[in-house]
């Protein structure tokens, strides 16, 4: 019986684990290029009390065994790369990918960072950067005189400036991705870093070698689906409330254990 109060134990602290992952991905529900995260479970050791195919005592084999188990516990949290929403804001400067592919993006520390949150801002210089002030690589610097921005499908930025009739252009948008996306470290901001798991990042133009498109005035939102997240809320809270139960009726049957008198 103390089986059961250990195995009833580790699914309660698995199924606090899932509400976690549940609640930040609802907060993040309105979050720009936020990916949900999936929690994968893996049951623990087996206590083998008779092993399947034993011969027993007239000579046949057993054709099966007795095995207990001693619970669960979280394996993984996977971060699911499937696409967001794409919600249409009309401003220039907001980007967004359509298929594979991450920004890349240049850390303070000077690492690379990858983000699918396409809603790019003007620095005091003209830099094209993130919200939080991190310049895209390769760095596309605006000009201040420019009236107009306009980005290709295939990432190139041009502008049309005072006084001028023909657009040029200011650079090319590279993006970047990964044979493992979902081995990418979150570092929040939006922004992942590669791995070992990952792999290396290949980097190239956009709507070519498996690169997805860039459409401009168009942000992807998360892709957390708010219905999904509450159904997977309540299976939670019931297989929460299950194992106390099974931790409950382990301690009556030890409590009555107890109180057996001779």
Do not use: C
């Amino acid at each position: 019986m103390m089986r059961a109060l250990w195995s009833a134990a580790t699914g309660m602290i698995a199924q606090e684990l899932q509400v976690d992952t549940i609640a930040n991905n609802l907060a993040n529900v309105n979050t720009a290029g936020f990916k949900r995260q999936r929690v994968d479970f893996e049951d623990l050791l087996y206590e083998t009390l008779r092993r399947p195919g034993a011969p027993a005592a007239d000579g046949v084999q057993l054709p099966t065994g007795i095995q207990v188990g001693l619970g669960t516990r979280a394996a993984a949290t996977t971060r699911m790369f499937d696409q967001g929403t794409f919600q249409e804001t009309g401003n220039p400067l907001d980007l967004v990918i359509e298929g594979n592919g991450f920004f890349q993006v240049t850390l303070p520390n000077g690492t690379t960072g990858y983000t699918r949150a396409g809603n790019f801002r003007l620095d005091s210089e003209g830099n094209l950067v993130t919200v939080d002030g991190y310049p895209l690589e390769p760095s596309i610097v605006i000009p201040p005189d420019a009236e107009s921005v306009a980005v290709g499908e295939d990432g190139t930025v041009s502008v049309i400036q005072a006084g001028a009739i023909a657009p040029s252009s200011v650079g090319q948008i590279q993006i970047a991705r990964f044979i493992n996306p979902a081995g990418l470290v979150s570092i929040g901001h939006s922004m992942f870093l590669e791995s070992a798991a990952s792999g290396a990042p290949a980097v190239g133009t956009p709507g070519l070698e498996g690169l997805g498109q860039i459409a401009q005035g168009v942000l992807e939102m998360s892709n957390v689906k708010v219905v999904q997240e509450m159904v997977q809320m309540i299976t939670a809270q019931r297989a929460y409330e299950a194992n106390s139960e099974a931790i409950k009726i382990a301690d009556r049957m030890l409590e009555t254990a107890n109180n057996v008198r001779r």
